[in-house]
């Protein structure tokens, strides 16, 4: 799959439900019980009650309890914008 880089949309339906088993393996949007929303794919955890939260570019978080969980409806890459392109273009080249 790639990469999420910043700036991507993340589509959800909006009910922030407790997680089930019919998360497992999915691409989430989830909110841990310390408050840190995280773009992850869930597993289940080795403690009862508990999930693995699997990333896509970093470590795992491993055995969280969490508030809520919804699976990932849609993502919508990240556009580059036009100060984005300013900045880039502002760069110094370099020889090829």
Sequence with gaps: MGAI???WWAFVPGLRSK???DLID???IAETKE???VLRY???G???GTWDLI????????DQELEWAERVIW????RITQSEIDQLESLPRQAE
């Design 5 to 7: 880089r910043d700036g």
């Design 35 to 37: 408050g840190k929303t």
């Design 75 to 78: 993502l919508e890459p990240h």
């Design 55 to 62: 990333s896509v570019t970093g470590d795992p978080l491993l």
């Design 42 to 44: 869930l597993r289940k």
């Design 19 to 21: 997680p089930n088993d």
């Design 26 to 28: 999915e691409l989430c």
């Design 46 to 48: 080795r403690v009862p």
